[in-house]
């Protein structure tokens, strides 16, 4: 296992094997190497690909940005706007529901 730490926070916890020195060659910030002492729940399937969507939220002239990670790659865009519309903050600062939605990117 590998702990990546940035500005003395545990950012990231990475299960790895084999070459690990090349990966801590690429990571950013005090990498420190751990052995995993217990695991638990149940195994599950991965999906074929980790997707992700960032969105653009407005209202007005108040927008902000949120990234959804793990859609189900069933959703069509439409699916994803209806299900954020009016339901998310257009703003960090204030308490607007968003009446617009606009997806930016997709991994």
């Known amino acids: 296992m590998i702990k990546q730490v940035i500005n003395g926070r545990n950012v990231h916890s990475i299960y790895a094997e084999g070459e690990i020195d090349e ?57 994803l706007i209806s299900s954020i519309t009016g339901k998310f903050d257009a703003s960090y600062k204030l308490d607007v529901k968003c009446d617009t939605v606009i997806p930016m990117d997709y991994n």
């Not at 005090?30 to 690909?49: L, N």
């Open 23 to 79: 990966l801590k060659s690429i990571l950013e910030g005090k990498i420190e190497e751990y052995k995993e002492k217990a695991s638990g729940g149940k195994e599950v399937a991965h999906p074929d690909k980790l997707n992700s969507v960032r969105f653009r939220l407005k209202k007005d002239f108040k927008s902000t940005s949120m990234k959804i990670h793990h859609i189900d790659p069933a959703k069509f865009a439409s699916d």
